[in-house]
C-alpha cells in the first residue's frame, strides 16, 4: 500500500478551477458505501467522537464517525438525507458556522473537488477541527492509469482535471500528513468508475454510467463510441488479452487516497514527547 506523507506543506501551490459535480451523485442502487473503504476513514479519523462532514451530501459514510454535524449546501441533497440521520447544515465549505477547533475532527468525501474555493474551504476545515482532517478523494495524476483512459479518455481527462492536485490540499491544510492509498475491493459496492476495474461488463450499464459524474460532461458520441469499442473488445477477448488479469485481483490500487493531516499543535506536542 502507497503511503505518502509531509510535514509542513509547501506553500506556493497555485489555484486552478474546480468544476461542478460530484462522485457519488448518481443513483442509489450503484453507489453504497462500501464497508471496506468505510473502515479506512473510520481508521483515519483515529477514534475521533465529533466529526463534521464538509459536503455530506445524503450521508455516505457517516457510520464511520461516532458524532457527525453534516454541513451540505444543496437543498436536494440534504432532502435525500434519511430521517436517521442527523439534519444537515446549510453552509459551504468556504463559510463555515462553527467556533475554532469546535471538533474532535473533519471529514469530507469526494467532495472537495466541488468547492468553488478549494484552499479557503481547506483552510476553514482546518480552522474548526482540533484534530485530524481527513480527505477522500482521487489523485488527478494517477488518474488516467485506469484502463478505461484506453476507451474514453476524455472522462478521465475531465476528473484528472476536476479534482485538485494533493500538494494543494496539503500546503492548505498545513501541518504534518500522509496521502494513503485506498485499495478498492473487486466487489465494491460504491460504483465509481475504478470500482469497475474487474468488472467492465458494468460500465456497459448506462445507470452504473451516470452515477459517476464525470459521464455527465461528455457528450453522446463519447458515450456511443465507449460502449461500441468496449463492447467490441470483450465480445472478441480483446479486453481480456490487455487487462484479464484484473478480473481476479482482490483490490486494486488506483487513483482513490485518503489526505490526513493534523494541526501543528499536535505536530509540536509529539515532537517534545506528548502524546
Same mark, same amino acid.
Given at each position: ?27 442509489? %442502487? ?11 476513514? #473510520?481508521? =483515519? @479519523? /483515529? &477514534? *475521533?467522537? !465529533? +466529526? ?104 478521465? %481527462? ?11 490540499? #496539503?500546503? =492548505? @491544510? /498545513? &501541518? *504534518?500528513? !500522509? +496521502? ?96
Amino acid at each position: 500500500m502507497d503511503v505518502r506523507s509531509w510535514d509542513g506543506g509547501a506553500r506556493d501551490a497555485g489555484p486552478g478551477a474546480i468544476g461542478p459535480g460530484a462522485i457519488g451523485s448518481g443513483p442509489a %442502487d450503484f453507489r453504497r458505501p462500501d464497508p471496506r473503504i468505510a473502515r479506512f476513514i #473510520a481508521d =483515519a @479519523l /483515529g &477514534g *475521533a467522537r !465529533t +466529526v463534521v462532514n464538509i459536503g455530506a451530501g445524503a450521508g455516505s459514510y457517516e457510520s464511520a464517525a461516532t458524532a457527525v454535524t453534516p454541513v451540505e449546501p444543496s437543498r436536494s441533497m440534504r432532502d435525500r438525507r434519511s430521517a436517521a440521520l442527523p439534519r444537515a447544515v446549510d453552509a459551504v465549505a468556504e463559510d463555515l458556522p462553527f467556533a475554532d477547533r469546535e471538533f474532535d475532527a473533519a471529514m469530507t468525501l469526494f467532495s472537495v473537488h466541488q468547492w468553488n474555493d478549494v484552499e479557503a474551504g481547506l483552510r476553514e476545515m482546518r480552522r474548526v477541527t482540533r484534530g485530524p482532517a481527513v480527505v477522500l478523494t482521487c489523485d488527478p495524476g494517477r488518474v488516467r492509469d485506469f484502463w478505461l483512459y484506453a476507451y474514453a479518455p476524455e472522462v478521465l %481527462d475531465i476528473e484528472a482535471r476536476r479534482h485538485p492536485p494533493l500538494e494543494r490540499m #496539503a500546503a =492548505a @491544510l /498545513g &501541518g *504534518a500528513g !500522509t +496521502v494513503r492509498t485506498v485499495p478498492i475491493p473487486l466487489d465494491c459496492t460504491d460504483g465509481f468508475n475504478e470500482a469497475y476495474y474487474g468488472r467492465p461488463e458494468m460500465l456497459l450499464d448506462p445507470a452504473a454510467r451516470q452515477a459517476c459524474s464525470a459521464w455527465s460532461f461528455v457528450d453522446d458520441g463519447v458515450r456511443e463510441r465507449f460502449t461500441t469499442r468496449l463492447r467490441a473488445d470483450l465480445d472478441s477477448g480483446a479486453w481480456d488479452e490487455r487487462f484479464g488479469h484484473l478480473r481476479s485481483r482482490p483490490f486494486y490500487e488506483g487513483s482513490l487516497v485518503i489526505v490526513r493531516a493534523i494541526p501543528e499543535h499536535l505536530t509540536e506536542e509529539h515532537h517534545d514527547g506528548g502524546t
